[in-house]
């Protein structure tokens, strides 16, 4: 055990305005019948009703769619055949391969994995910025010959030769790249740079010529190819500038690796050179993609004002998308209105992006009055405003509302995109409206509006998510039929969902086609592929795994180790997952972030864990080898979590609190939580003192937990308190699991499940749903004694257990048929649904009337200790920043 306290984590977030002058976080209808289910649902949300009215008394006005020394004869070899293949960070750069012509036109809005949550970089009125260089006429006209004519490598240079006579330098050659890059063609964007960069006069223009190729590239998630320009510009002595260093950071900004564009930042200071405003503003853009922590951000906005650089709309814009994207609302709230009060200009891509913040955090009635405000600032709510809120509606589970503002989308006459209807497909996906979605697809087709990566990476979900296998295969395949490449998103989608359905085969074939494509792995695919292997008992092959993650430079994030803590808790045996040799613990962990040499290739590693999986589809293990070894492991890999500064979430809470209920003993339980208080003395403090018998002594504090589990999404809340009360219940703290179940009753974290006559107890844990049903029937048993009258039938519902491995077998239903067998309460099963206990309310208010009912009813506590009993070995529960 350390000497000293480590640095805090938290489940919920830290509050930097404590300590800092910048708060935190707070954290099915027909389309074609729009006009009368929006007054019904105007009527019931007035605020929804006035952002309506507003926009129907103001259409939305139409939105634009979106050369003295040559360098050196090296520059123009400015590209890797490997940087082309698998877009590395190779420093060198030959010549590029042979030019094949691009599978699609579109421009870069329909590419990717581009979706409204990004909403400041979508507005299709959003101002381009100019490089200050005038095209003339010719340009235009090579640019038609070169789309014509330039299908290969020889077709471009023939063409570029052509013109180039006629071509006024620096400014044609801006307009060629760029608008070779809104085709989406990376290719030509290099080789038109080569070609520019030896022609053009002046070392200035050079280097201004390499900025924009960065940045074009960067766009275009080709930062490997960035990489290359930038070295070679800066080899060849036009690069080594501020705009240069700073078209890098935003192109790493753009693929979300954060600390390679802090690296890129530190290089740039350490070479002399003084970050402008553009840079602190692409750096800040940078964290915002890459997920960083907020604390992260206001040190560089710290460093950006100590260097007397103010702060300028697009630095607010940018910190706004920070924290939309990591859902720190109270940050967001007061940059807002700090523009405001600093006079800085509000545009539509602030609104848009406070708009989606307060969508994400669950604000949507602030969302709405938000955007009612925009008239009066001569802002109209644009497509990305309404999608925004559609998209927030849905995430909320209100599709209703969503399907709402879609159909007033059309009402309104908005020219709906890609991005509109994949929103929709989602919906509709979500809702297992498959009728429906195939109408979407077949409308999206008669108005000539494309279908792209997202669009069919949203439907192979869909259908994966739904276990219609057979439905993903067939998507797939229009997908290539329709010349749409697949990118990152769609294997890792493939592999993911063919995995969890133990289709390893066909998530083997998805893993090679990636390979073929030249993608690389990233943390996502990675964390699928480990959590497969988790799922199936294989977790040396998973910590295998996660060690090759590391040594070819990709970081894991909280997913990758959720899944090895769920795993440890699980399944971690002796004879399972070592092959009979179990290593000490220290050395596991270890092995979780050492960079050494590995025997075998990444992607041929990879496919031997697929072919392990297809061929023994290895099970847990019958032997249970629960112990203190295991605890060690678990609590040394979140160790190694705090030192990589990988904040836990609500995931990793719910695997600790699984892992505890697994324990042999009560003491593994409460030793493993007394240990992790050290990291997080809220979150853990809570469970422990609870586990402990603390309760009253505890409860402040754990509705303090639970005020902030409240603005956790949806899914997240009850995965929260299902971990917490199955603890709870299985170590015998019967009375406190109910407490805390109640409290999430109270909350409304399960829906619809109380009533006077039934009693849902879908998503609910085995623990919190007996808890939940002593509860239910001491409230059933007052209205007996208040003399009211039962409903006559009485029901209680588990579900069949559609997802056991035999049908009806399902283990919260076993798990509650025990339970009223054990209470002596008169409810059967239901003859025509075997997910559903009854009984008549005649009979249970007779059995309610027993004298030996209260008694089984009312739950207790196996521990429990005085109020302030045990209280000084726990340190004062408070949220410290990491």
């Known amino acids: 055990m350390a000497s000293s306290t480590p640095p805090h984590y938290s489940l919920t977030a830290w509050k930097p305005y404590q300590n800092h002058p910048y708060p935190q976080r707070n954290h099915r209808q027909n389309p074609n019948h ?15 009703a006035a952002a309506h009215k507003f926009a129907l008394a103001k259409p939305p006005l139409p939105s634009p769619h979106n050369s003295g020394n040559a360098a050196s004869a090296t520059a123009a070899a400015a590209a890797t055949a490997a940087a082309t293949a698998n877009d590395t960070e190779d420093p060198t750069f030959p010549s590029l391969p042979a030019l094949n012509a691009p599978k699609s036109d579109l421009g870069p809005e329909f590419s990717g994995r581009r979706s409204t949550r990004f909403v400041s970089k979508m507005h299709p009125g959003r101002h381009k910025t100019n490089v200050g260089a005038r095209r003339t006429s010719v340009a235009d006209e090579a640019l038609q010959h070169a789309l014509r004519y330039g299908k290969d490598e020889r077709g471009l240079q023939n063409v570029l030769l052509t013109f180039e006579p006629k071509l006024c330098g620096f400014g044609d050659y801006t307009f060629l790249l760029r608008e070779f890059g809104n085709r989406s063609d990376h290719l030509k964007v290099v080789r038109c740079f080569e070609f520019a960069v030896r022609r053009v006069r002046r070392k200035n223009e050079q280097g201004k010529l390499a900025s924009v190729t960065i940045s074009i590239l960067g766009k275009l998630k080709k930062v490997g190819l960035a990489r290359s320009v930038f070295d070679t510009a800066l080899r060849e002595g036009y690069g080594n500038n501020v705009r240069a260093y700073s078209a890098l950071i935003s192109a790493y900004g753009h693929s979300g690796k954060s600390r390679e564009a802090i690296k890129v930042f530190q290089t740039m200071k350490n070479s002399g050179l003084k970050p402008n405003l553009v840079t602190f503003n692409a750096l800040i853009d940078a964290y915002g993609k890459g997920g960083v922590e907020l604390d992260k951000v206001l040190q560089i906005l710290d460093e950006m004002l100590k260097n007397g650089i103010q702060p300028d709309r697009i630095t607010y814009n940018s910190l706004l998308a920070v924290c939309s994207r990591g859902g720190y609302l109270e940050a967001a709230k007061h940059w807002f209105d700090e523009m405001v009060y600093k006079g800085i200009d509000q545009d539509d891509v602030t609104y848009n992006t406070y708009i989606d913040a307060l969508c994400k955090c669950g604000q949507l009635d602030s969302a709405i009055e938000i955007m009612s ?7 109209v709510p644009n497509l990305v405003t309404h999608s925004t809120m559609v998209a927030g509606y849905a995430k909320a589970g209100r599709s209703d509302e969503a399907l709402s503002i879609f159909n007033n989308m059309r009402f309104l006459g908005f020219k709906l995109d890609t991005i509109s209807y994949n929103t929709l497909l989602k919906i509709h996906l979500e809702l297992g ?44 395949k229009e997908m290539n039929a329709a010349q749409v490449c697949p990118n990152l998103l769609t294997y890792t989608t493939l592999i993911d969902l063919y995995s969890k359905a133990g289709l390893y085969r066909e998530a083997m074939d998805a893993f090679k086609e990636l390979k073929q494509a030249g993608l690389e792995l990233d943390v996502v695919l990675y964390s699928a592929l480990i959590n497969a292997l988790c799922k199936n008992a294989s977790v040396d092959s998973a910590v295998s795994l996660l060690h090759e993650m590391t040594r070819v430079g990709i970081s894991p994030n909280v997913v990758t180790y959720n899944s090895i803590i769920d795993a440890l808790g699980r399944y971690m045996t002796a004879e399972a997952d ?18 050494k040499t590995a025997d075998a290739k990444e992607d041929s590693r990879i496919m031997k864990y697929f072919g392990q999986l297809a061929s023994e589809r290895v099970g847990p293990s019958k032997k249970d080898s629960r112990g203190r070894q295991e605890i060690l492991c678990i609590l040394g890999v979140f160790k190694k979590m705090h030192e990589l500064e990988i904040k836990p979430n609500v995931v990793t809470f719910s695997a600790i609190l699984n892992a505890c209920s697994r324990c042999n003993s009560f003491e593994d339980a409460a030793m493993l939580l007394e240990e992790l208080c050290m990291f997080d003395n809220q979150v853990y403090g809570v469970a422990h003192g609870l586990l402990m018998g603390y309760r009253e002594a505890m409860w402040v504090q754990a509705l303090s937990l639970f005020d902030e589990v409240r603005h956790m999404d949806p899914e997240t809340a009850p995965a929260f308190y299902n971990a917490l009360t199955d603890m709870l219940w299985h170590f015998g703290q019967r009375r406190g699991a109910q407490l805390v179940v109640l409290e999430g009753k109270r909350r409304r974290v399960w829906d619809n499940v109380w009533s006077d006559s039934c009693l849902d107890l879908h998503l609910m844990s085995s623990g919190a749903a007996r808890a939940m049903v002593h509860a239910w029937l001491l409230n059933i048993r007052s209205i007996v004694y208040e003399g009211r009258e039962l409903p006559k039938l009485l029901s209680i519902l588990t579900g069949w257990g559609k997802h056991s491995k035999v049908v009806g077998d399902g283990a919260l239903r076993r798990a509650i048929e025990g339970l009223l067998t054990g209470l002596g309460a008169p409810f059967q099963l239901a003859k025509c649904n075997i997910g559903r206990f009854v009984s008549t309310g005649s009979v249970v208010a007779t059995w309610l009337r027993e004298s ?22 726990i340190p004062d529960l408070q949220t410290l920043a990491l």
């Not at 070592?578 to 960079?595: A, K, Q, Y």
């Not at 009912?853 to 045990?870: A, N, Y």
Request: proline share 6%; charged share 30%; hydrophobic share 25%.
């Open 852 to 873: 030996g009912t209260l008694k089984v009813l009312v739950l207790e506590d196996d521990r429990s200790h005085p109020t302030s009993g045990g209280i000084h070995k």
């Open 34 to 48: 729009h006009h009368q289910h929006n007054n019904r649902r105007h009527r019931n949300n007035p605020k929804l």
């Open 373 to 379: 405000q925009m008239p009066a600032k001569n802002m």
């Open 578 to 595: 070592f092959g009979g040799s179990r290593p000490s613990c220290p050395m596991f962990i270890e092995d979780l972030t050492e960079n």
């Open 433 to 476: 409206d498959f009728q429906e979605v195939v109408d979407i697809c077949k409308e999206m087709d008669d108005r000539g509006v494309p279908k792209d990566a997202g669009t069919y990476n949203a439907l192979l979900a869909g259908y994966g998510k739904q276990k219609k296998y057979d439905g993903m295969t067939r998507v797939y």
